[in-house]
């Protein structure tokens, strides 16, 4: 069992930047594929950007390619999403989820607002 807690998210304007967190507990942090998604009013759920594995190569979202940089600390057990150049289309609320064979956790979900 994870236990996935996000922080960080708030109100930025417009070009402005953030960055998100996502504290996981457990002692396997390392071996999990981590990601954020996030999901706006009336919109599914959407990839963000991703590990495609426990500990390889990223991947994002064409919207967010060259602005947003997702990253992981495993000795904190921590993953962090830097969101620069925001803009009111990422208004959403922003989950982690870790992925270990057939299981999948996510976290309850941090506020991004970003004001035009």
């Known amino acids: 069992q994870v236990q996935l807690v996000e922080s960080g998210g708030g109100l930025v304007q417009a070009g402005g930047s953030l960055r998100v967190s996502c504290a996981a507990s457990?002692?396997?942090?390392?071996?999990?594929?981590m990601g954020w998604f996030r999901q706006a009013p009336g919109k599914e759920r959407e990839l963000v950007a991703g590990f495609t594995s426990a500990g390889g190569s990223t991947n994002y979202a064409d919207s967010v390619k060259g602005r947003f940089t997702i990253s992981r600390d495993n000795a904190k057990n921590t993953v962090y999403l830097q969101m620069n150049n925001l803009k009111p289309d990422d208004t959403a609320v922003y989950f982690c989820n870790a992925k270990l064979g057939r299981n999948t956790y996510w976290g309850q979900g941090t506020q991004v607002t970003v004001s035009s």
């Open positions: 457990g002692r396997t942090f390392s071996a999990y594929a």
